[in-house]
């Protein structure tokens, strides 16, 4: 049992290792002007695709890294219970209202801290998290 919630946490560490660099790399190709409507955080409808196509590949590569360290389903299900709590955490905690216009030039961490997502996207992330832990983990539970 200690084996598989090793693997639900070292799987955790990669999805959010992989997340991280995927998103800086976004970041850097876009930047500001494309990752927010002009003069506001809200973000786009084109931004939130990506962002989820983003976490179903971060949430993959952790479900395979869990499976792999793990060796059986059980470090899989509790990688998915633990993106499915924290998710929902997060979903429940009410965004801080970002005041005034958004400047032309912002670093990747006050966008993070700032962006506006719609509300449905909080709600639909940690889902996309476990469908993509559990398909990381598919070949390797077979």
């Not at 999805?15 to 955080?41: K, Q, Y």
């Not at 993509?132 to 077979?142: N, Q, T």
Request: hydrophobic share 60%; net charge positive.
């Amino acid at each position: 049992m200690l084996r598989n919630i090793l693997a639900a946490i070292v799987g955790y560490i990669a999805m959010a290792a992989v997340l991280f660099a995927l998103f800086s790399l976004l970041w850097l190709t876009v930047g500001p002007s494309r990752a927010f409507e002009p003069g506001s955080w809200e973000v786009p409808v084109g931004w939130v695709l990506v962002q989820l196509v983003l976490g179903l590949v971060g949430a993959y590569i952790g479900g395979h890294v869990c499976a792999r360290v793990a060796h059986d389903a059980r470090g899989a299900t509790i990688l998915i219970g633990l993106v499915i709590v924290l998710g929902v955490v997060n979903a429940l905690i009410p965004p801080e209202m970002a005041l005034g216009l958004r400047p032309d030039d912002v670093s990747m961490m006050e966008a993070t801290a700032r962006a506006r997502q719609p509300a449905w996207f909080n709600w639909l992330n940690p889902l996309i998290g476990a469908v993509g832990v559990w398909f990381g983990s598919w070949k390797l539970r077979a």
